[in-house]
C-alpha cells in the first residue's frame, strides 16, 4: 500500500537518495560548460572571469533563489513540476492551460538531448587516454555511449528506489572529486576568486572585445543550469528538505569545480582548447581513467534525472487529459515510484537518434538549451499566478516576473542562435509532443461537453422491470458499467441505451462505478449509494492521480465490504445455485466512443477528432486502463456524434 501522506522531513537516507536522482543534469555540467563558454577562440582572462561570474550568478539566482528557496514551496500534496503547479491554480485561471502544456511538451523534449550530451562529454575523456606511441586507445566513443543509453534505459523497470540507492554513493564520491580536484587548482591561484564579483559578468556580456559575442555566450552558461527544471519534477521522489539540504553541498561542490577549472584556464591563455576539456585536464595523470570512469557513472545519472521526471510528468499529463491513457507500473510500494514503458521506448529512441545525429558533445551544446529556456518561462508565469492566489503581495510578484521574464528572456534570446545550429532538432520534437497534449486536451474537451445525461431516477422501474423479465435470456447476475457520470443523481443515454436498446440486458443487479482522478497524489476514497436495493447500486470512487488504475481489485474490495455489513445479496439468483450459495457472476462493460460518419465538424474540430481517434488505436483500451480482467469485459463501441449533418439532398422517387 502507497503512502497516504507525504513526508518531508529529512533523513540521511532519503539525503543519499536525492543525491542519485535529484542533481544528475547540473551534477555533471562542468563536463561540458566551460568548454561551450570558451569555444574555438583563444583563451583569454575576460571570457574566464565573466562566464564564471555568469555561472556563480546564475546558479545563485536561477537554481538556488528560484527553484530551491521558492518553487519547491508549491508542492502539489508533495508532488512537484509544472503540471503539479498547473494543478494548484487551474481552477483560478483557465488560460494557464497554454503554458502548461508548452512547459511541458518542452520539458520532455529536454529528456531527450540530456542523457546523450552528459554521457557522450564523459565517455570522451577516454580519447585523452594513449598509448606508447601518444595515439589515443579510442577514437569513436559512438558505439560506447549507445551501450550505455541503452543499458540505463532497461534499468528503469527495476524503479527510482533502487536507483538511487546504487547512485546516491557514486554522486557523493563524483562531488567530492569535483571539489577537491577544483580546490587544489584554485590554490595554485587564489585571485580566480574574484570572478564572484558580478563586474565581470556586466563587463562580458556589453564590452566583450568580439563585439556582441559576449552576450551570446549566455547559451552556453545557460547549460550550468538546465536541470533546476528536473530538481522541482522530481520532488516527489525525495521530498524538498532532502532537496534543499543536498543542495547546499552540491554547490558548494559545482562552484569549486567550476573556479578550479578557471584557474587552469588562466594558465592557458592564448591557447585553443582544441577539443581538451577542462574537467579532465584538472586531474592527474595517475588518476585519469578512474576520473573518466567515475565521470560516466555520474552522466548516466544525469540522464536518470530527466527520465524519471518525465515518467512523472506523463502521470500528471495523463490525469489533466494531456496525453493518453499508457500503461503505467509501480514497480514498488516505495512512495513515487513510476514507470512508464511507452515513454521508456520514446526516449530510448530518442536518445540513440540524437547520438547517431550528432555524434560528439560539442555538437550537441547547440541543440542543448533552447527547449528547457521555454520550461523555465512557463514555470514563472504559473509561479506568478500562484503567488497571486496565495495572496502575496502584487509588489513581490512583480519584483519574481520582472527578475525572471529578464534573466530567462535573455537566456531564451541568447540560445536562439543556436536554432540552425541543432536547435531545431529540439524544438521539432517539442513541436510534436506539443501537438499530441493540445489535441488530446481539446478532444477530451469536446467530448465531456456534447456527452449527454439523463435522471438515473427516471429509469429505477424500467430496470426492475427489466431485470424481472424472464422473457429475455440473463445477461449477467452482477453487471457493471463504468460510468463517466459524476454525479450521483445522473447517467449518460448511451450507457441507458446500450441496457435497453442496443441488446437488452437483463440483470439481477445493476452496478454503476464512476472514477473520480483527483488532483491530489494518493487519495483512495470510495461513497457507496444504493439506488435500489438489491437492483441498482452506484459506486464512486476518489483515486489520487499517482494511485494505479486497479478497479477490478478494488470493486472487489468494496463488494466485500457490502456482503459484510449486508447491504448486498451477491448470490446467484438461479434456484439451483442459490441453495449451494454460489455467488452470480460479475461482468463489466466499458463504452468506448468511435467517430461516426454522421457528423458535420468546423475544418479545425474534424482535424482535431481525427488526429484523436489515430493516436486512440495506439493506446490502450479503456478496460486495460482500468485494469479490468479481460475475460469479465464486454467492450462496446458506440457512435460519437458531435454535429449531426443537417443537410441530405436525398428525394423518393416513384
Known amino acids: 500500500m502507497m503512502e497516504q501522506k ?19 543534469d547540473i551534477g555533471t555540467s562542468p563536463l561540458y560548460v566551460m568548454q561551450a563558454i570558451i569555444g574555438n577562440d583563444p583563451i583569454n582572462e575576460l571570457m574566464i572571469l565573466g562566464g564564471l561570474s555568469c555561472i556563480f550568478w546564475t546558479l545563485t539566482l536561477q537554481t538556488t533563489l528560484k527553484y530551491v528557496v521558492l518553487i519547491l514551496r508549491a508542492d502539489n500534496k508533495g508532488e512537484g513540476g509544472i503540471f503539479a503547479l498547473f494543478a494548484l491554480v487551474r481552477r483560478h485561471a483557465k488560460w494557464l492551460t497554454l503554458p502548461a502544456i508548452i512547459g511541458g511538451a518542452t ?8 542523457p546523450p550530451i552528459s554521457v557522450s562529454s564523459a565517455v570522451e575523456g ?40 546504487l547512485f546516491g554513493p557514486i554522486m ?51 547549460l550550468c543550469t538546465t536541470g533546476a527544471e528536473a530538481l522541482y519534477s522530481d520532488l516527489g521522489h525525495c521530498g524538498r528538505d532532502n532537496i534543499r539540504i543536498s543542495w547546499v553541498f552540491v554547490k558548494i561542490a559545482l562552484l569549486l569545480q567550476y573556479f578550479g577549472q578557471g584557474a587552469w584556464l588562466l594558465h592557458h591563455q592564448g591557447m585553443l582548447l582544441a ?18 570512469c567515475i565521470a560516466t557513472a555520474a552522466a548516466v545519472i544525469a540522464s536518470q534525472a530527466l527520465i524519471s521526471g518525465s515518467f512523472t510528468l506523463i502521470s500528471e499529463a495523463i490525469r489533466l487529459n494531456f496525453w493518453p491513457k499508457v500503461r503505467l507500473i509501480y514497480p ?30 560539442s555538437n550537441m551544446e547547440a541543440a542543448y538549451g533552447l527547449a528547457i529556456t521555454l520550461t523555465m518561462l512557463m514555470t514563472t508565469s504559473l509561479m506568478a499566478y500562484y503567488l497571486h492566489i496565495k495572496k502575496i503581495d502584487m509588489w513581490w510578484i512583480l519584483l519574481f516576473l520582472v527578475v525572471y521574464i529578464s534573466l530567462e528572456g535573455a537566456f531564451l534570446v ?41 435522471k438515473l431516477a427516471d429509469y429505477v422501474e424500467p430496470l426492475k422491470e427489466l431485470s424481472r423479465d424472464e422473457t429475455i435470456p440473463k445477461y449477467a447476475t452482477h453487471l457493471v458499467f463504468m460510468s463517466n457520470a459524476g454525479r450521483v443523481s445522473d447517467i449518460e443515454s448511451k450507457i441507458i441505451y446500450s441496457i435497453f436498446q442496443r441488446r437488452p440486458k437483463r440483470a439481477d443487479i445493476y452496478w454503476f462505478v464512476h472514477v473520480d482522478t483527483l488532483d491530489e497524489p494518493y487519495t483512495m476514497d470510495y461513497k457507496v449509494t444504493v439506488i435500489e436495493p438489491d437492483d441498482i447500486i452506484k ?13 477490478n481489485l478494488y470493486f472487489r474490495k468494496v463488494v466485500e465490504e457490502m456482503v459484510a455489513r449486508g447491504e448486498v445479496d451477491i448470490t446467484s439468483r438461479y434456484k439451483s445455485l442459490n441453495e449451494q450459495n454460489v455467488i452470480g457472476d460479475f461482468r463489466f462493460v466499458v463504452l468506448e466512443k468511435f467517430l461516426s460518419f454522421d457528423n458535420e465538424l468546423p475544418l479545425m474540430d474534424r482535424l482535431v477528432m481525427k488526429f484523436y481517434f489515430f493516436l486512440k488505436q495506439f493506446m490502450n483500451s479503456e478496460d486495460k486502463w482500468f485494469g479490468l480482467d479481460s475475460d469479465a469485459v464486454k467492450l462496446e463501441k458506440v457512435p460519437l456524434i458531435i454535429k449531426p449533418i443537417s443537410k441530405c439532398n436525398l428525394r423518393r422517387v416513384d
Not at 107 to 114: P, S, Y
Not at 155 to 160: A, D, E, K, Y
Not at 417 to 424: A, D, M, N, P, T
Not at 427 to 442: D, E, P, T
Open 275 to 292: 577539443g581538451r576539456k577542462p574537467i579532465f585536464e584538472l586531474l592527474p595523470r595517475e588518476f585519469l581513467f578512474t576520473g573518466i
Open 332 to 361: 514498488s510500494d516505495q512512495k513515487g515510484q513510476l514507470y512508464v514503458p511507452s515513454i521508456n521506448i520514446f526516449l530510448w529512441l530518442g536518445c540513440v537518434g540524437v547520438v547517431l545525429w550528432f555524434k560528439e558533445s
Open 414 to 454: 541568447a540560445n536562439l542562435q543556436k536554432f540552425s545550429h541543432g536547435g531545431y532538432v529540439s524544438l521539432f520534437i517539442a513541436g510534436i509532443i506539443l501537438l499530441v497534449m493540445y489535441v488530446w486536451f481539446r478532444a477530451t474537451r469536446i467530448k465531456k461537453d456534447l456527452t449527454e445525461y439523463e
Open 172 to 222: 557523493l564520491l563524483w562531488f567530492s572529486m569535483l571539489a577537491v580536484t577544483g580546490l587544489l587548482w584554485i590554490e595554485n591561484d587564489w585571485s580566480i576568486l574574484r570572478a564572484v564579483s558580478p563586474h565581470y559578468a556586466w563587463e562580458l556580456l556589453t564590452s566583450h572585445q568580439a563585439g556582441t559575442a559576449g552576450f551570446w555566450t549566455l547559451g552556453a552558461v545557460f
Open 126 to 165: 577516454l580519447k585523452m587516454l594513449k598509448t606508447k606511441e601518444g595515439l589515443p586507445y579510442v577514437t569513436d566513443t559512438v558505439p560506447i555511449v549507445l551501450v550505455i543509453l541503452t543499458g540505463l534505459f532497461i534499468f528503469q523497470i527495476l524503479g527510482t528506489k533502487v536507483v538511487g540507492k
Open 539 to 551: 459506486v464512486n470512487f476518489k483515486l489520487g492521480f499517482r494511485v494505479e488504475q486497479r478497479i
Open 107 to 114: 520539458l520532455l523534449a529536454d529528456g531527450i538531448i540530456t
Open 6 to 24: 507525504h513526508k518531508n522531513t529529512a533523513t540521511a537516507a532519503g539525503l543519499l537518495v536525492a543525491m542519485g536522482i535529484i542533481y544528475g
